[in-house]
Every structure is written in C-alpha cells, then in structure tokens.
C-alpha cells in the first residue's frame, strides 16, 4: 500500500542520506591539478561503487568528464608547423581573398589609377603591423607617431610607407558595397558578415573545450554610429558592439561566438533569449559542465542541456524567477554566511547570505547534495565551483584588451575586424602553447613574446620584397639584416621566388650563401644596398 510523505519527511530523509554520503567519503583521499582546477574525490574500487550505486546521475557525469577531450583538435596538432601557420588557421586564405577583392574595388573606385593592387603579402603586412601596435601598447597613439624618426619604431618604417598604411586603414572592406542595401535590409551585420561567417566557423574546429565552459556576453568598446550600438552601464566601456561568447572556462579560448544585432528586424523582442544564446554557443558539444551568469540561467535551460546533450549548468539566478520556492527568498530571519537549500529530482538551488539582509541565489544541475566547505565564510560548493568557471570570457576581455590591435576609427565593421584579430592572436597562443608545452619555459610573459613573434613574422615578406630602402638608417638597417638572414638560411618552399626578391643576380640561393661568406661585412651590406626611395 503506497504511503503519502509530508515535504518535511521528504527533506529529512534527503539530509539523512548525505550525512550518511558524507560520512562514507571521510576515508577520500583529495588531490588538487595544477591549483586551476576543482578538487576531486578519489576513493576506493569498493567505496567507489557503493557511492555510484546509490547516484547513478553522478556515475554518469564522472564517467563523461573522463572521457571529455580537451585542447587543439588532431588537425590543429598535424599543421601548426610554425607561429604563422597556426596564425592562418583562423584568418584563412579564404577571408584574405574576400578582403582583398572588395579592397582593391573600392581602392580603384576612390583613387582610380593611382591604386596599386593589394595582394595577399600587403594585407598580411598590414595586420601585423596592427598587432605590432597592439603589443607596443600603440593603441591610443596617432599613426605618424609610430613611424616617427625620432619617437617610433623601426619595423614600421621598414615595412612600409605611413601614407600607404593610412590608404590601406580607409580603403580596406569587407563585403560588396554595390550589393550592401539590399543585405542590409535583412541582416544588420551585412557590412562584414561573409568575412564574419567565415571565421566564426572555424574556432569550433581547432579546439576542444574541456568539461568547464563559460557562456557570458563581450562588449567591444565603439561610440560611432552603429544600428545595433549597446549601452552597458556595468561594462568599464559602457558603450559599443555586444557579442555573446562561449569559450573554455580553463584557457579562455574563444570556442563559439556571435554579434548580438538588437532586436529582430521586425521589431518583435525575442523571447528566452539567455536560454537560446547557451544553447546555440555550446551546440555540438556533449558532457560538458555550462557556468553563466542570472541572464542566462533558468530551470529550463537546465532540463534542455540535460535532456538533449548531458550537459549541466551552474549560474546565479535572479530573484523574480517563477520557479524559485519563497523560502530561498526570506532573509531576516537568517544568520550571516548561512546556507538553504532546495532540491528537485535533477535540480538544486542554493540560498545563501552573504551579508545581513543580502542573499545570492544559485542554481545548479552538475551538484547533488548540500556540500559546505571548511572555510570561514561556509560557502556552499556550489559557489566555489560557479566562481572558479565564472572567468572564462572575463579572461578572454582582460588578456585582449592588454595588447588590443584595435585603432581609432569611426568605422564599426573595422571594430569587429580588430577583434577578429585580436581574439585570433589569443586563440593561437593557446593552441601553440598546448602544442609545444616546452616552448620557452623560463620565458615569463611568453603571450607578449609570441604576438610580436608573429606580427613580425606577417610583415616579413613584405620586408623581403621591397625594391629600395628606406631613407631612415634604422629602417634601412631592418631591411638589410632580413635580406641578409634570408640569404643565409632560405626556407626551401620560398626558394622558387627568392630571385625576384633577392637583389642577387644569382639562379639558386644556396649559391648567393657561397658568394656572400667569401665577402667581408661592408661588401656584403654595399651588394644588397640598392637605390633608396
């Protein structure tokens, strides 16, 4: 005969069963990985299979997050022979061809015969010398500056002219204009959305997302005139371009991201649209643990990543949500730094004061049971989890933004292209370092080392193949030191086009490296020394 409980009977009987899960994990031992990540409990064969006997929910989320890849996929291991061509694993030949054809009809539509075709050396010149000025932390500094004599660089000047950078930065599209008004009719993001498309597709490929992912929103600093500009009065910038991002919450890396355009066309405002936002940002992934913040999180959102990929969520909720109980909501009568809790077969909810009459309110799919921790404060473990994962895009902002290619311009499609750039730069970073975990190991800010290896790296060639040096010494100086490294030690795949750009009249470069040993310093520098401009 079935028998009727009180919710008393049933919470007590619930608390009963994790004293008792609690007593049974007292013999645990607990190891900590790298001081990043969580800590986990490691019993005995016996003990381990009583505990997943009685939770087989929990059976299921360890068995997954063992099994869970993480880091640079199988192709990206295979090909990023060198820092560029990991580079060029996200601004593919692919964009730098769409670039370059608007590029050079819009360069002959405002300056006729004067524009010299923009190939694809000119445009990877151009954006390293965009990263460049973003790791001499030349962001907010005028152009001239930097090719200044006495106050800039050499490598700008070498690289080339500051009028020819200037008509690149006016001149360079990213999409039809002839063809923009009738895209635009329909899609907000017109102006650079094939160049966008294109990318947004290739991060998924290159990187593995680990059991913790971060869901939050990015906001792009921009005060120009944009149909889809946002004010965020809590972001430092408190103006400019929002994107949703989904990246990993342990390196950061960018996995998914999209430009939120406003409402939709028709005026109509989109309904759930934290829970659409999670959904579309982590599709395609499986047995992964979602952290986000009281936009996104809702009980919803939890049952759909549970039903359809296994996946859990831990976030804050806010406190006009339908689903929370009213007693989660009371505080007066509570003690500081005290805990309630709530549960559901697959959820729980965690109520706890951080201060008289103040509250925070968590919900989580990934934690079943009441588990307070042995600090002073007693916070829950469901909060220090939630803010172990909660950074991962606030990472992603803080390390961009610390050496942010991004210029001054009154042109929004340019404000994307620079974060393109940038969060391009950071993912590559993170690939190479998973790839080569032995890559300067004393080195102690190996990121700024890296991106002003591969800003020189992009401007390389175009260093290589020009025809005169520049006038100032320094320069010039860059200029000859390359050509002279380049006729040491040719890469063999360039060697097929090493005479046009070699100021040696000789067929094979290994026979430029026997003619030029034979030649003291000062012969050496007056053979490669060609007219100046």
């Not at 009719?185 to 160049?195: F, G, H, N, P, S």
């Not at 005139?225 to 910038?237: D, E």
């Not at 975990?437 to 401007?459: D, T």
Request: overall charge neutral; hydrophobic content about 35%.
């Amino acid at each position: 005969m079935a028998r009727d409980f009180s919710a008393l009977q049933v919470l007590q009987q619930m608390f009963a069963n994790i004293e008792q899960s609690e007593s049974e994990e007292e013999a645990e031992d607990v190891s900590e990985d790298d001081g990043e990540e969580c800590a986990e409990n490691v019993a005995e064969e016996d003990d381990e299979e009583e505990e997943e006997d009685g939770n087989p929910r929990l059976l299921s989320q360890r068995e997954s997050t063992e099994r869970t890849p993480r880091g640079p996929t199988a192709y990206a291991v295979s090909h990023a022979h060198d820092i560029v061509s990991a580079f060029l694993f996200f601004v593919t030949p692919q964009i730098e061809r769409v670039i370059l054809d608007v590029t050079n009809r819009e360069g002959y539509l405002k300056r006729g015969e004067e524009w010299k075709a923009m190939d694809a050396t000119d445009l990877c010149a151009y954006i390293g010398l965009l990263i460049l000025a973003g790791v001499y932390k030349s962001r907010g500094e005028a152009a001239a500056s930097l090719w200044d004599v006495q106050s800039g660089r050499a490598i700008f000047r070498a690289t080339m002219q500051l009028k020819l950078f200037y008509t690149y930065s006016t001149s360079i599209r990213f999409d039809d204009r002839g063809t923009r008004a009738a895209r635009r009719a329909t899609d907000k993001l017109a102006a650079i959305r094939e160049v966008w498309d294109m990318w947004v597709e290739r991060l998924p490929r290159l990187y593995d997302p680990g059991p913790e992912v971060t869901v939050d929103e990015q906001l792009l600093a921009f005060r120009g005139r944009c149909p889809f500009k946002q004010y965020m009065p809590s972001k430092p910038a408190k103006y400019g371009i929002k994107s949703w991002v989904a990246c990993d919450a342990k390196s950061s890396y960018a996995w998914k991201m999209q430009v939120y355009t406003g409402k939709q066309m028709d005026g109509v405002p989109e309904r759930n649209q934290g829970m659409r936002v999670v959904l579309d940002g982590t599709e395609g992934l499986k047995d992964r643990n979602v952290t986000c913040d009281n936009f996104f999180t809702s009980y919803e959102l939890g049952r759909e990543l549970m039903a359809t990929r296994n996946m859990t969520v831990v976030g804050t909720v806010r406190k006009n949500r339908a689903e929370l109980p009213s007693e989660l909501l009371t505080t007066k009568t509570r003690r500081v730094l005290s805990s309630q809790f709530a549960f559901t077969p697959t959820t729980t909810l965690v109520s706890y004061l951080t201060k008289k009459n103040t509250n925070v309110l968590l919900m989580s799919t990934h934690h079943t049971d009441a588990e307070i921790s042995d600090r002073n404060d007693g916070k829950p473990t469901i909060v220090l989890d939630y803010n172990l994962n909660k950074g991962g895009v606030d990472n992603l902002d803080k390390v961009i933004t610390a050496y942010s290619c991004k210029r001054k311009t009154a042109r929004w499609p340019l404000v994307i292209f620079s974060n393109i750039v940038d969060v391009s730069s950071y993912n590559t970073f993170v690939i190479w370092r998973e790839v080569n975990p032995n890559w300067m190991p004393r080195k102690r800010n190996k990121r700024r080392f890296f991106i002003e290896q591969l800003g020189r790296a992009l401007v390389t060639p175009l260093i290589e193949r020009r025809r005169c040096l520049p006038c100032t010494g320094a320069a010039a100086a860059v200029v000859t030191d390359l050509r002279m490294a380049s006729c040491r030690d040719p890469p063999p795949q360039r060697w097929a086009s090493a005479k046009e750009r070699f100021p040696l009249t000789l067929d094979d470069p290994r026979e430029c490296v026997q003619k030029t040993e034979q030649l003291s310093r000062v012969q050496k520098r007056a053979l490669l020394k060609p007219q100046r401009c």
